[in-house]
């Protein structure tokens, strides 16, 4: 094969996508991954490095366009890490997520017989998120930047909209820019640790538009605290709740593990279905609400539920998957690991009248062996971890249980394979169905139903 050199120009036609969103061109079989080039597209473009195994390439040219690709509508896509495909249509970011998980679970395992369902998508696949993370720094002139972090960097872009965020997020972080400079709060810096504010974080419950403002801030002295929240809640009349979060760990973790609340409520109350849920600051919950709904009634669907069967809701965060089960089943017994989450489950089901649950904290990988150990048969079992799947010993031990049907949630599908090779000793896996949680980005959710042989 020729050898390619850095800033050689080229032209190619891509063959594929990776999982992040980049385009494949091959020359004789070694690949050159180029980022913002879609599948068909006949491209020039320069080699940027050169590795052993690959090439990186930037797109020069589009010399014939796919059916696919569309003007990025926001103005900061170039620059911002935080949307991958808007230059692709959602059709087509649709599609390649169904193919993502085709690779992962026809081709390269052994799940021939899976049928794997077309994505579920969204009718306006825009201002979804009902949480922003929004980073704080100063700019050059020392005046306050809020926005997104650079693609693989900690600059912070300053911007005043983004197009995935929900509007009304939007508008607190302009005020709060705002009202960083008028009230001279300072602003903390990453590489001298100094400074007080480091993020703002927003949550608005999708049905009950119930809003919680949280300042992440490094230790506790926070003079202007008062006037900030004074000025914030004459702005932003409907706010339910504004805390604030001590984070004086000097690493990538956004939010601390204290908050005092500053303003109104402990918590914010949201609904899915009929079910009323309290969130707290520091609890995970679902970030795309429409999405949510039908990602977790598919997973009601490969529940199969009946009304006598025992469930376990694994990795139940604040109990939303449980409680959902909880009027068809007999029993749900959830298990979490972050405390003031199982706090908001226990309560979520007292407000909800669902006597029928049980939440404990703890590692999972734990908690079900004490379960097993108390005669705890479960006949249908949830799972739904973080990205990194499942620990071992908890398969294991799912394994012993033997349930009837296991639903198996994920936002990573390259764990779920590997977890479900696992599996597959004892289950068959029915059916995937992807579910578009984050469009416009290259993360992808599946839910995924498993049978006893
Ligand atoms: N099922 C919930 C939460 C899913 S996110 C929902 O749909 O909202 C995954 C959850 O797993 C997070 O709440 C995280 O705190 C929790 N978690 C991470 N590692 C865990 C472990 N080892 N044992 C139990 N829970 C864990």
Known sequence: METLKKNEIKTGQVLDLTHEGHGVVKIDRYPIFVPNALINETIEYKIIKVKKNFAIGKL??????????????????????????????????????????????????????????DTVGMEDPWRYRNKSQIPIGLNNDKKPKMGFYRQRSHDIIDMDSCLIQDEKHQQVMNDVKQLISELNISVYNEKTK?????????????????????????????????????????????????????????????????????????????????????????????????????LYNQALEYAQLTGNEIVLDTYCGIGTIGLYM?????????????????????????????????????????????????????????????????????????????????????????????DAQLLSQQYDLKEITPVDMFPQTTHIETVALFERK
């Open 194 to 294: 100094k400074g007080l504010l480091r993020h703002l974080v927003v949550r608005t419950g999708h049905y009950t538009n119930q809003m919680m403002i949280i300042l992440v801030t490094n230790g506790k002295a926070f003079k202007q605290a008062n006037q900030l929240v004074e000025a914030l809640v004459k702005l932003h009349p409907n706010v339910t709740s504004i805390k604030q979060n001590i984070n004086d760990a000097h690493s990538n973790v956004i939010m601390g593990r204290k908050s005092i609340t500053l303003y109104g409520t402990d918590e914010i109350e949201d609904k899915l279905s009929e079910i009323t849920f309290n969130i707290s600051d520091q609890s995970f919950y679902q970030i795309n609400s429409h999405q949510t709904e039908k």
């Open 326 to 418: 909880a009027g068809k089943s007999k029993h749900v017994y959830g298990v979490e690991v972050v405390p003031s989450a199982i706090k908001d489950a226990e309560e979520n089901a007292t407000i909800n009248q669902l006597e029928n649950t049980t939440f404990v904290c703890g590692k999972a990988e734990e908690v079900i062996l004490k379960w097993k150990a108390e005669g705890i048969r479960p006949d249908v079992v949830m799972v739904d971890p973080p990205r990194k799947g499942c620990d071992e010993t908890f398969i294991k031990t799912l394994l012993e249980l033997n349930p009837k049907r296991i639903v198996y949630i994920s936002c990573n599908p390259s764990t779920q394979q590997r």
């Open 60 to 117: 020069l040219n589009v010399i014939v366009e796919s059916d696919s690709r569309v003007e990025p509508p926001c103005v900061y896509y170039d620059k911002c890490g935080g949307c991958q495909l808007q230059h692709m249509t959602y059709q087509a970011q649709l599609t390649m997520k169904k193919e993502q998980v085709i690779n992962l679970f026809h081709r390269k395992g052994s799940f021939n017989d899976t049928v794997i369902h």
